[in-house]
């Protein structure tokens, strides 16, 4: 059981580089979320789906695209990296009714 | 619209003294659920306790218990004999109604001192 799996762990972008973040969860849970945790900011969402086939976007969906074609996979798409989006990113799964929430270990990814 | 805060940036305590870490929270739901989450070092998010809206018991776990105020809207956190482990980053979170998401605090980062 590996729990909720991101990946890659670490990653350098240039400005304008695009890429995915993966997640994927062995749970069966239905509720997948993207959190991104900055200096004195806490983690903040940006995009969650409920379902297969169903998203929704966060606090700060801007410059990242999510899709949900499966119950276990929900990656995160980077269009054109910005130094913004410099940030650590943590992916998090629940089955509905739950009082738990399952975190990934995180991708820190940098922008240069 | 949920809001978590947390108005201690950071907190100093020694090891064996209990700590408090405070949280209050904004909704206009009347079912929510209430979390705190430790984050050391390494960077994972590691959950330690959960108080439900309509809990009337403070949720305890271990060395940990939640002091649930709900006419004040406050979940503080409570760490009994503190152990240098416990130097850490700590979030207080709320689940939205539907259970989907979370909403986090800034954080309180505590340093344990021998």
């Known amino acids: 059981n590996a729990g909720v799996t991101q990946t890659p762990k670490f990653q350098v972008l240039k400005t304008g580089q695009s890429m995915t973040l993966q997640c994927a969860q062995d749970?069966?849970?239905?509720?997948m979320s993207w959190y991104r945790q900055d200096p004195g900011m806490g983690l903040r969402l940006i995009h969650y789906?409920?379902?297969?086939?169903?998203?929704d976007q966060g606090e700060v969906p801007n410059g990242y695209n999510v899709s949900r074609s499966t119950t276990e996979d929900f990656p995160l798409r980077l269009l054109s990296a910005a130094p913004s989006q410099t940030s650590v990113y943590f992916c998090?799964?629940?089955?509905?009714?739950?009082?738990?929430?399952?975190f990934g270990s995180g991708t820190r990814l940098t922008v240069v | 619209a949920q809001k978590i805060t947390q108005t201690q940036p950071g907190m100093f305590v020694q090891e064996k003294e209990a700590v408090t870490l405070d949280c209050t929270y904004d909704?206009?739901?009347?079912?929510?659920?209430l979390f705190w989450y430790k984050q050391p070092s390494s960077g994972e998010m590691i959950f330690l306790i959960y108080?439900?809206?309509?809990?009337?018991q403070n949720a305890t776990e271990g060395r940990y218990s939640l002091n649930f105020q709900k006419a004040r809207k406050s979940a503080n956190l409570v760490i009994s004999a503190s152990q240098l482990g416990d130097s850490a980053m700590y979030f207080c979170?709320?689940?939205?109604?539907?259970?989907?998401?979370?909403?986090f605090g800034k954080g309180t980062m505590l340093l344990v001192s021998p």
């Open positions: 998090a799964s629940s089955y509905a009714g739950a009082d738990g929430y399952t």
């Open positions: 749970m069966n849970h239905e509720y």
């Open positions: 789906s409920v379902g297969a086939g169903i998203t």
């Open positions: 909704t206009s739901d009347q079912s929510y659920g």
């Open positions: 108080q439900g809206s309509y809990d009337e």
């Open positions: 979170a709320m689940r939205d109604a539907g259970y989907s998401t979370l909403t």
